[in-house]
């Protein structure tokens, strides 16, 4: 050691002595540095050379005992733990392992794909293909032929031709019973009212254009009277003789147009009531059709599932009880003899083997000397 002065801060004393090398260290951190401008102060030269000669003799042998502790753990780690790792992985583990997968594993995975997988897809296939075919296509024939066919029938028969042909017939009686007569009393009466015209106009309208034109110029007195005369004997006397005469045609006309009417309404009022009661007849026989229908579709749904679903659900119930049900039964006691005592074994195993020895490293070996080289680094001034 030289006396060459140092700007470093003075070492601590020893543990015995001062205050800890932790504390020295923070009031060291703590104390105030120097100017730049101003000379720093130089510790005197025994205090030095005592801080060197402690800091020589305190980490000196902890620098020793890490190493003895780092050759035991590399030795202890390359002729104790990586043989009996090695041990247990290549003579333990492996076999254990290959055992598991040649004697457990596949054996299950061949039973499950084998006993189970596959005879739940046959009979998968199988309820599927006889649900297709003896209750799928079978449901699916009887609801044509048994309901869709008759009610088209039904419907076809009962109700559109019925109606076409009630249609024709109200249309052929309202054209016989109502138009043709209508066109003939039109016809009738346009012949009558042409012979009146015709009539009036030989009887009434040419007498008095002559008598207007012959007899009423003579003078207004005469031709007054005259007027008189010819409207009392010629006008008033015919005029009543007529009208008593059609009064008798004008009430059998109009008893005939009454009767006429009457027999037209009774015809109508007869023809609607056969309309409702053909309607109804229908509609009734209809909604009896369709509820017999009905009953029949469910009488054939209960005996399908009474005499084929219920025994096909028992029978599957029961193959399920004494097939399935067993095997699992057996994986489970063969999973509960074998990997499981194997599992605790193990187990037990690791915990009485590696978690000691490991649990003996950390407090022993690691702890000591991490606590060590951080009291040597902090009494040095390399950590914080």
Sequence with gaps: MTDRPTVRASLPAPSGEGPTAPTLARLARDAPTP????????PLPLVAAVARA?????????????????????????????????????????????ALHRLLWLPLLWCARTLVWLPLVWLGRGIAWVARTLIWLPLVWAARTLVWLP???????????????????????????????????????????????????????DPLLWVLRNVLR???????????????????????WLGAALRPVGRLLVRGLGLLVGALGAALVGLARGIWWAVRGLGRLVVYAVVGAWRTAGWLLRL???????PLGHGLRWLWRHTVHPLLRGVRWVWSATVVPVAHGVRAAWRATVTPTARWMRRSVLDPARLASREVLSALGLRR
């Design 35 to 42: 100017h730049p401008g101003e000379p720093a102060a130089v």
């Design 54 to 98: 402690v800091a020589l003799v305190v980490v000196l042998p902890v620098r020793l005992l890490w190493e003895l502790f780092a050759a035991a753990g590399r030795l202890l780690r390359r002729h104790l733990i990586s043989p009996a790792g090695r041990f247990l992985r290549q003579w333990l583990l492996a076999p254990l392992a290959w």
């Design 151 to 205: 009610l088209v029938w039904v419907a076809r028969t009962l109700v559109w031709l019925p109606l076409v042909w009630l249609g024709r017939g109200i249309a052929w009686v309202a054209r016989t019973l109502v138009w043709l007569p209508l066109v003939w009393l039109g016809g009738a009466l346009a012949a009558l009212g042409s012979v009146a015209g015709r009539a009036v106009r030989r009887l009434l309208w």
């Design 218 to 240: 003579p003078p207004v007195v005469g031709l007054g009277r005259v007027l008189v005369w010819l409207a009392d004997h010629l006008v008033r006397r015919p005029l009543r």
């Design 304 to 310: 399908v599932y009474r005499g084929l679903l219920r």
